[in-house]
């Protein structure tokens, strides 16, 4: 289903459509096929809502626990650690969510802002490279890719 969505998703014209089919991407990868560990995804995304970054990150933890292989759980406990400034335990979970889930857009964006805000252009160029390669409609990334393509790159002649 997830190969169908991508494919969809490189394929989409305009950006109605793109947004609905990164929109079925996103559910579908917001369901672990455990209800507990929905459930927890739940009450962690209220607590970010709210936040509250520790009763967030605690709930993550629990969930990668149970779901290991669930990349989303992943994905949002390095959305928390970031944003409680544990850059260093957002990489460590990043990888994870790519390990399970190499197509994971937002997971490359999220370490191409860190590798940017780091000073680590030339790899946010990267993984902002493979974020639009997997999402082209993504105009914030495309405006970074252009910026940093001339910082890292410079301007051919």
Do not use: C
């Not at 190969?3 to 109605?16: I, N, P, S």
């Not at 970054?53 to 390095?78: D, T």
């Amino acid at each position: 289903m997830l190969d169908d969505l991508f494919e969809r998703l490189v394929r989409a014209q305009d950006e109605g459509e793109a947004q609905g089919v990164v929109g079925a991407i996103e559910r579908v990868w917001m369901h672990s096929g455990s209800d507990t560990a929905d459930l927890l995804m739940n009450r962690a995304m209220q607590a970010l809502q709210r936040k509250d970054y520790a009763l967030s990150q605690e709930l993550l933890g629990s969930i990668v626990e149970i779901e290991p292989h669930w990349a989303e759980g992943w994905n949002k406990r390095a959305t928390v650690r970031y944003l409680a400034e544990d850059r260093m335990g957002a990489m460590q979970d990043i990888a994870h969510a790519l390990a399970l889930e190499p197509r994971h857009f937002g997971a490359l964006s999220g370490l191409g802002f860190i590798l940017q805000n780091s000073g680590f252009d030339g790899g946010a160029l990267e993984a902002f490279r493979k974020a639009l390669a997997l999402n082209p409609r993504q105009d914030e990334i495309r405006r970074l890719v252009d910026k940093l393509t001339l910082e890292v790159e410079g301007q051919g002649i």
